[in-house]
């Protein structure tokens, strides 16, 4: 079946740490996207990717890096700059950007610190 | 400024009770319309797509309506396994979601 993968399901980062949360999509969508999620708040966007080798920042990029070097990839990683990294981590994708289509979610990524 | 607002926060229900969910918006060029259900520690699951003002959109116990400043997701006589949290979202320049409404429906 088609969707997105994300992994792991529950991370834990140390203090200073870096920690990568994994996102893999077989819809072959060009669109990507990684939002957080926190009690109380709407989904709030930290970078998307409209294709290969590109992406741009969201509304909540400091403290995060991505890279898009496959269609089907796009990894997250949560630096030690990013001082409040305790939320709920998702991705998405979309065929293209500029249509009214829908997001697709992944399952998420619950991060903590220890 | 561009943003989407869910009401209630939340709401309990018993089994039978029917309700309707409020998300009402202020977007630059509305593009579309989405409500999600999101299960606890899941991604958000697809429901509906609204475009236009009028449109109305069904499946199983759930309706989604469309006004020009605000949508309603009914709810008729829901069961315990609709409990969730429902999400609005609005296609602007970008996506804009609400914070949702956590719905609980007591056997």
């Known amino acids: 079946d088609g969707g997105i993968t994300q992994s792991p399901k529950y991370l834990f980062r140390k203090e200073g740490q870096n920690v990568t949360l994994s996102c893999e999509q077989n819809l072959n969508h060009d669109a990507m996207y990684w939002y957080r999620q926190d009690p109380g708040q709407g989904l709030r966007l930290i970078y998307y990717s409209q294709i290969v080798n590109d992406f741009q920042k969201g509304d909540i990029a400091e403290g995060y890096s991505v890279s898009r070097e496959k269609k089907e990839s796009f990894p997250l990683t949560v630096t030690s700059a990013q001082k409040n990294p305790t939320a709920f981590y998702l991705c998405?994708?979309?065929?293209?950007?500029?249509?009214?289509?829908?997001?697709?979610f992944g399952s998420g990524t619950q991060l903590s610190v220890l | 400024e561009d943003q989407v607002t869910q009401s209630p926060e939340a709401l309990r229900l018993q089994e039978g009770e029917s309700s309707s969910l409020n998300c009402s918006y202020t977007?630059?060029?509305?593009?579309?319309l989405f409500w999600y259900r999101q299960d606890p520690g899941k991604g958000p699951e697809f429901l509906f797509t609204?475009?236009?003002a009028g449109e109305e959109k069904e499946k199983e116990r759930l309706k989604a309506t469309l006004t020009k400043k605000e949508s309603f997701l009914h709810i008729t006589a829901p069961k315990p396994e609709d409990s969730a949290t429902y999400l609005c979202a609005v296609i602007g320049i970008q996506f804009y979601f609400g914070t949702g409404t956590s719905l609980t429906v007591i056997p």
């Open positions: 609204l475009y236009s």
């Open positions: 998405a994708s979309r065929p293209r950007t500029g249509l009214n289509e829908k997001l697709f």
């Open positions: 977007v630059s060029g509305l593009r579309g």
